[in-house]
């Protein structure tokens, strides 16, 4: 039996309710009885784990367009960063990972060669995203 799939049934003993998202690798999966839901609901693909475990998923850069149509589908997400074994709600690890994105972006800047146009593109884009940021704050 995977780990996937052991953390899978821990995380479903304490809240059946609530949908699982693992990420692996490059892309995100639902398992078993979530990954049966979510294959008919999101019209993804149904393959096996294993020879017993049931999954279904999409790559890491659909996340934000899967994660809003369970929401308006009236659905519990929980996302399981599968490094970590963190449990994140779907609104927050999203934020998470846009912010890490952000910064990592910010970080490869050269300030030595811009000019002062960019610059200021740069400044304009900064606080467009953290508008975004801070929008539900």
Do not use: W
Not at 47 to 69: A, H, M, Q, R
Not at 110 to 123: F, G, P
């Amino acid at each position: 039996m995977s780990k996937l799939y052991e953390k899978y049934q821990k995380l479903k003993k304490e809240k059946p309710s609530n949908l699982y998202l693992f990420k692996s690798g490059i892309f995100y999966i639902f398992l078993e009885d979530d990954a049966e839901k979510m294959s008919s609901f999101l019209n993804l693909k149904l393959t096996n784990l294993n020879e017993t475990v049931l999954k279904c998923g999409f790559p890491i850069n659909n996340l934000n367009k899967y994660s809003d149509l369970i929401k308006k589908g009236g659905y519990e997400l929980q996302i399981v960063d599968s490094a970590t074994e963190k449990v994140h709600s779907s609104a927050d690890y999203i934020l998470n990972n846009d912010i890490k994105n952000f910064l990592q972006k910010l970080s490869t800047i050269n300030t030595n060669e811009l000019s002062i146009r960019e610059a200021y593109s740069i400044i304009e884009d900064i606080q467009k995203q953290a508008k975004e940021f801070t929008k539900d704050f």
